[in-house]
């Protein structure tokens, strides 16, 4: 049968349920009513690495944080910057001041109301400890300009700021002024959102309550991506670690838990029948990539990384860590997006040439020394991706080896000068904000490939001082020229995720984060 076609019966069908409207309406607007209570337990796989959201961009981390804190501004669901503990961002004709009036009455978890000394002692403390240490380099000063209102003084004007600032990945949360000199890691866990922090035991749970005083946005008409009106319902959120997938889906059909933040494939397939479950499919989610630590051999040598990127067939990689969900892709945003460049560096995508990748290593001279790849197991995909390239690379004579260990001790390995060549990563949240957001991790202090291209470094500050869209995609059309010419990371593909709830758990929607407010259970 025909879509239209299906289309046209759907529409009688309606036509004739019409009828029915007014009695059908009134038993479920019962059957949903929104009630407040219960003990929501949401699974992730792996600890989080911090509960300071400043301080971290893990997503097994921004999965818990971004209940407990909030920022001046995030993104709505349509990847547009909003104002969440802000009331407004007023952005001078010269682009070089952006005065931001603050929401009053908003009260923080230790019952004290929040002001602009506490915006300005957070938004300090970022600089120090922030994750995307970046975020705020453009700015010259923060200053207090009324009781409820700091203002930004640029060093010079940066259109893609605002965009920038509203990032997630590690956000720029505001905490109590009393918390702006503590060091990562260090602060009390005070935010403003709709559940509090009480207790966290590493490999067991993270346990919220619902901060009953909490301040919503009534000026918004529901929850908006990471803004707008947000409820609290359940009386309190555990997030329990459980790292092995199989025990999570058992925890999930017992009835044990409610929410998985992730299911494999094959298990959300054959859950999808079940009445008591609800599952869902995000796709695209992530790009997969493998990076290279360019500080040390033989990764530190640009013809060995394109070597291995020659060397790489994508498909089975993809298939196999993905188990089945996922895209090929070369392009450093996603296809059919604003900054979409086209067919740049597909030549070197899914080329999986053996002869060409051992004249490359050749070319560089490779002795046979141990190229390590650093993993973990609490991801899904990311042992899979390191197992899958590791046997590509050893079939063209590099020794490649897999080191696996647990996600919080990768992210410490991954940022240490040595010890480690290549590393698995899905970036989440990165290329959901577009190319500053990609292209932020590898520049600056802390690039992911350890060592800095300079060039790749310049084209950095060209795309967020770019004055138009169309600048801007000119720009990008450059990194990506770029991103094929030095080889610091590879993209693998685009993945997908799956999660699932009980079917009693109402008002979820898959989001960048599992948002606990404005979902309840039924009944």
Not at 79 to 103: M, N, V
Not at 392 to 415: C, E, H, M, S, Y
Request: charged share 20%; glycine share 8%.
């Amino acid at each position: 049968m025909g879509v239209h076609h299906r289309l046209r019966m759907m529409g009688r069908a309606l036509t004739v349920a019409g009828a029915l409207a007014l009695s059908v309406a009134c038993f479920a607007s019962q059957s949903l009513a929104q009630t407040k209570g219960g003990d929501v337990t949401v699974v992730q796989g792996s600890n989080p690495p911090s509960i300071d959201a400043m301080s971290t961009s893990s997503q097994a981390s921004r999965n818990i944080t971004m209940n407990i804190y909030e920022t001046l501004y995030g993104f709505s669901e349509d990847i547009k910057p909003i104002p969440i503990l802000a009331e407004d961002c007023i952005i001078s004709e010269d682009g070089l001041t952006y005065r931001f009036p603050l929401r009053k009455g908003v009260k923080f978890h230790n019952e004290k109301e929040m002001t602009a000394k506490d915006v300005k002692a957070s938004l300090e403390r970022y600089r120090k400890v922030g994750a995307t240490g970046n975020l705020l380099d453009p700015v010259e000063s923060i200053d207090i300009t009324g009781d409820y209102e700091v203002t930004f003084k640029m060093k010079k004007a940066t259109p893609t700021f605002l965009e920038a600032f509203s990032s997630p990945r590690a956000p720029a949360v505001i905490i109590p002024e009393e918390d702006g000199q503590t060091e990562a890691g260090k602060n009390s866990f005070i935010g403003t959102g709709p559940y509090k922090f009480v207790e966290y035991v590493p490999d067991s749970y993270v346990k919220l309550a619902r901060f009953d005083d909490y301040t919503a946005n009534t000026s918004a008409s529901g929850v908006d991506g990471f803004g707008g009106n947000k409820i609290p319902y359940f009386d309190t959120v555990t997030f329990r670690i459980i790292t092995e997938p199989g025990a999570q889906v058992a925890a999930l059909e017992a009835g044990e838990v409610d929410v998985l933040e992730q299911i494999t494939v094959p298990s959300a397939r054959r859950l999808e029948g079940n009445a008591d479950i609800q599952t869902y499919e995000n796709i695209p989610w992530a790009f997969n990539t493998f990076i290279f630590n360019m500080n040390v051999p033989p990764s530190d040598n640009v013809k060995f990384r394109e070597a291995v990127q020659v060397a790489l067939n994508m498909e089975e990689v993809m298939g196999i860590s993905t188990e089945g969900l996922f895209q090929l892709d070369h392009g450093w945003q996603y296809a059919g997006t604003t900054y979409d460049a086209g067919d740049i560096g597909k030549d070197f995508y899914n080329v999986a040439d053996a002869d060409r990748a051992k004249a490359l290593l050749a070319e560089a001279g490779y002795k046979g020394e141990e190229f390590s790849i650093l993993t973990d197991g609490n991801i899904p995909g990311h042992a899979k991706t390191a197992i899958v390239i590791a046997e590509q690379l050893n079939a063209i004579g590099i020794k490649a080896v897999v080191n696996q260990v647990d996600w919080p001790t990768a992210l410490k390995i991954r940022l240490q000068p040595e010890g480690w060549n290549g590393w698995t990563l899905q970036m989440g949240i990165e290329p959901y904000l577009g190319p500053v957001g990609v292209i932020a991790t590898l520049t600056g202090e802390k690039p992911h490939f350890i060592k800095n291209d300079p060039q790749l470094d310049a084209l950095y500050e060209e795309l967020i001082s770019g004055v138009t869209v169309e600048e801007r995609q000119a720009t990008f059309a450059k990194i990506q020229t770029r991103l094929y010419e030095f080889f610091g990371i590879i993209k693998l593909g685009n993945t997908g995720l799956m999660q699932a709830t009980r079917s009693k758990v109402k008002g979820f929607k898959p989001f960048r984060f599992p948002r606990m407010y404005n979902v309840w259970f039924e009944g």
